[in-house]
């Protein structure tokens, strides 16, 4: 029986990091120096004065993450041509204010009904592919730690043989299935171990290939360096100008669930922003990719595992643009999957045998429970009482056979604080407040059936 502590992520610190910077790249000092091609350049410039009017050089900078002598290069050519012209210029030579002309603003308007994205310039297919390999998480020196791996799985409280066979799937870069019972902790878990990843990495805003843009970056699943990180970040990016079209980010952690389909992994078009948004496995790239509740996808799961691991151990996969295009992606990310399916009836023993490891979350043990029950309310500020934690136990785990499963806890104390706030009082750990959040959490059908029996008896 799996005995494991579960911490709340959110109390999860990174780990210490030696080198916490990405190789990122230069400045570009051209536009030669960017990949991209002028035209690509000229039409997000265009485009941005066209919705703008008068558009300061800093405020195309700050929206096209390009350098004032890319952009300066840029539009003298769209001067030069008749396009744009100098609005208003200032003392300084970058204190300059740029408009479209006429003919300008009929070429931007047939930009926009082509591709209506307007925002930073994109990196180069190229350049993105030579990033992933850079910053592979695998490629780093600095591995999960088994002092931090311990951490997460309760030290002394994680069951035989589970810290070695978790650590060595996130050494090996194998996937890991986590297979038990509802309840069991799986999800937090595997979200827990997003978090041990070492290291930030360079996401950029977008890719582009040909004349199609795919956005990357998402602020809601890259996340901006840790506190503990953010000095060292800021120390190395004065320390040289980088191309400001990457955005510094942690690892990333993609959670993804029974949502999923077999669309959420291909390229999807945004009418709205005028671009392609990236799917959830190629944002997940020098990451972790998380696929919970296995078995519950609209795609079945030997479709979806088939669709992941073949790619995955390529470290690419084939995506498709209009017109047939086929465009390798790279595909570099520690996959965990998470299921309360028995995995034997899941899957056939060919795609087990293609799951790196499998880790049975289950029950946990007396002391590590009643370990996590004191870390939770201590995260819920409510005052521990050990006569309620022992009703708790005794009265009502024991005597129903309810199995000490890791969310239950959680549940509870989230009940107690709902009861005490719907009553205008402060929550309290007692006994009647315990019986309260336990019968509000489980009804009469779902006891086991001997329990049950019993207390009608």
């Not at 919705?51 to 300061?56: C, I, Q």
């Not at 296995?294 to 995955?312: C, D, S, V, W």
């Amino acid at each position: 029986m799996t005995e494991v502590d579960y911490s709340s992520t959110e109390s999860m610190p990174r780990p210490a990091d030696a080198n916490l910077m990405p190789p990122l790249p230069p400045q570009p000092k051209s536009l030669r120096e960017t990949g991209l091609e002028r035209p690509l350049v000229v039409e997000l410039i265009a485009k941005l004065m066209f919705v703008g009017g008068k558009t300061h050089l800093s405020a195309l900078t700050t929206r096209l993450r390009l350098s004032i002598n890319v952009l300066r290069e840029v539009l003298d050519f769209m001067v030069t041509e008749q396009m744009a012209e100098v609005a208003w210029r200032g003392e300084s030579d970058i204190d300059v204010q740029y408009q479209l002309t006429g003919a300008g603003k009929q070429r931007a308007g047939a930009f926009l009904e082509r591709c209506a994205y307007i925002g930073a310039a994109p990196v180069t297919l190229e350049a993105y592919r030579a990033m992933v390999a850079r910053q592979s998480w695998q490629a780093q020196e600095q591995r999960v730690a088994s002092d931090d791996l311990a951490a997460v799985l309760g030290g002394a409280h994680a069951g035989p043989g589970m810290l070695d066979m978790v650590g060595a799937a996130l050494h090996s870069g194998r996937s890991l299935l986590l297979y038990g019972p509802p309840g069991s902790g799986k999800s937090t878990l595997a979200l827990q171990l997003g978090q041990l990843l070492h290291g930030l990495v360079a996401v950029p805003y977008a890719i582009v290939v040909g004349q199609d843009i795919i956005q990357l970056y998402d602020a809601a699943q890259h996340l901006p360096p840790a506190p503990q990180h953010v000095s060292h970040a800021r120390q190395a990016l004065e320390r040289r100008s980088t191309d400001i079209r990457w955005v510094l980010c942690q690892r990333p952690v993609i959670h993804v669930g029974a949502e999923l389909d077999a669309g959420m992994l291909e390229l999807r078009q945004d009418a709205s922003g005028g671009c392609y948004q990236a799917p959830a496995h190629v944002r997940a790239n020098n990451g972790m990719l998380i696929v919970d509740d296995l078995g519950r996808q609209r795609l079945g799961a030997p479709e979806l595992l088939t669709r992941l691991m073949q790619p995955l151990a390529r470290g690419v996969d084939q995506l498709s643009l209009p017109g047939g295009v086929h465009i390798g992606v790279p595909f570099d990310s520690a996959l965990v999957l998470a299921t309360n399916l028995a995995p034997g009836e899941l899957l056939d023993a060919a795609l087990l045998r293609r799951i790196g490891y499998k880790v049975r979350v289950g029950p946990l043990a007396d002391s590590a429970y009643r370990a996590l029950f004191r870390q939770q309310c201590r995260v819920a500020g409510i005052a521990f009482d050990e006569l309620a934690l022992n009703y708790l136990m005794q009265q009502l785990h024991g005597a129903q056979g309810r199995p000490l499963l890791a969310s239950y806890p959680h549940e509870l104390l989230a009940r107690i604080a709902d009861f005490a706030g719907f009553a205008g009082s402060d929550a309290q750990l007692t006994v009647a407040s315990v019986e309260q959040a336990w019968n509000s959490l489980f009804a009469s059908c779902d006891m086991p059936a001997a329990s049950l029996c019993e207390r009608i008896a």
